[in-house]
């Protein structure tokens, strides 16, 4: 079993709150070229935004996470069945998943041995998709202060995985590669969302861990100044990058290199 490096679980209810939603585009789109629509499994479901989203498209829905508390907190729907269990060894029967989505959490994994659950579970031709998003745009002077927040003042908290994001692109992918189309988390927020939004970040709960301060005290005056009317709702985009790759027989899969940041 691999340990379970558990961030999220402290604020699950923060999480499944303030967290963006994934454009159903993404999901019709991954239906589309699943070699068929009876079986997903949403891995580390977190609030279950991805596997919601699956439903509509696919007869029935896994979602699995390692914590407690994400699950209890996970949104219900009568096509997903949640568990608690860790990526790397899911419990779901050999070759009987025709897609395996990975949103926002790759980073967390073993890569060697969640890809070889990954292989052991896909049918032939099942389809294996992950995606991820940084840093969020709404105009030039919120993004400066979200960004120096990011990088300065939550920086050194951040865990090493999340390093992995930001090269999420170039993470080992031992599947036959599909090109993708591009898409786009969007919402619309006021500025109490986007701080709930923040509050939920790894890196913000890790530096009240160790200082017993909140480090939004050093951005919230400026971001506030940047944001105007605080009720106001502006327009939120996270661009998104998707990978997606096919289960062939006899893919390889090799362990990747332990990255350090």
């Known amino acids: 079993m691999v340990a379970f490096k558990d961030h999220f679980s402290r604020q699950a209810t923060d999480y499944a709150k303030f967290r963006p939603g994934y454009p159903q585009k993404l999901f019709d789109y991954l239906g589309s070229i699943a070699p068929s629509r009876q079986l997903a499994w949403d891995c580390a479901t977190g609030n279950g935004q991805a596997a919601v989203g699956l439903a509509p498209v696919?007869?029935?829905?896994?979602?699995?996470?390692?914590?407690?508390?994400?699950i209890a907190n996970a949104q219900s729907h009568k096509i997903v069945e949640y568990r608690v269990a860790p990526a790397e060894h899911s419990g779901i029967g050999t070759e009987t998943l025709d897609l395996v989505m990975v949103a926002?959490?790759?980073?967390?994994?073993?890569?060697?041995?969640?890809?070889?659950?990954?292989?052991r579970v896909l049918k032939n031709n099942g389809v294996f998709a992950a995606s991820a998003y940084n840093l969020l745009h709404v105009e030039p002077?919120?993004?400066?202060?979200?960004?120096?927040?990011?990088?300065?003042?939550?920086?050194?908290?951040?865990?090493?995985?999340?390093?992995?994001?930001?090269?999420?692109?170039d993470l080992p992918f031992p599947f036959h590669k599909i090109d993708a189309p591009k898409f786009e988390m969007t919402a619309q927020w006021n500025l109490d969302h986007l701080l709930g939004y923040?509050?939920?970040?790894?890196?913000?709960?890790?530096?009240?861990?160790?200082?017993?301060?909140?480090?939004?005290?050093?951005?919230?005056?400026?971001?506030?100044?940047?944001?105007?009317?605080?009720?106001?709702?502006?327009?939120?985009?996270?661009?998104?990058?998707?990978?997606?790759?096919?289960m062939t027989q006899g893919a390889a899969v090799s362990s990747p290199p332990t990255k350090k940041r």
Request: glycine share 6%; no cysteine.
């Open 141 to 169: 002077a919120i993004d400066e202060v979200v960004n120096r927040y990011y990088y300065e003042v939550v920086g050194p908290f951040w865990p090493p995985e999340r390093k992995l994001v930001e090269q999420f692109a």
């Open 58 to 70: 696919f007869d029935r829905v896994i979602a699995t996470d390692a914590s407690e508390k994400q």
């Open 198 to 246: 923040l509050q939920t970040w790894s890196s913000t709960q890790r530096f009240i861990a160790a200082t017993g301060a909140d480090p939004l005290e050093q951005i919230i005056d400026e971001l506030r100044s940047a944001w105007g009317d605080p009720d106001g709702a502006r327009r939120v985009s996270w661009p998104l990058t998707l990978r997606v790759g096919a």
């Open 104 to 119: 926002q959490a790759l980073h967390w994994f073993d890569l060697g041995r969640f890809y070889g659950e990954v292989r």
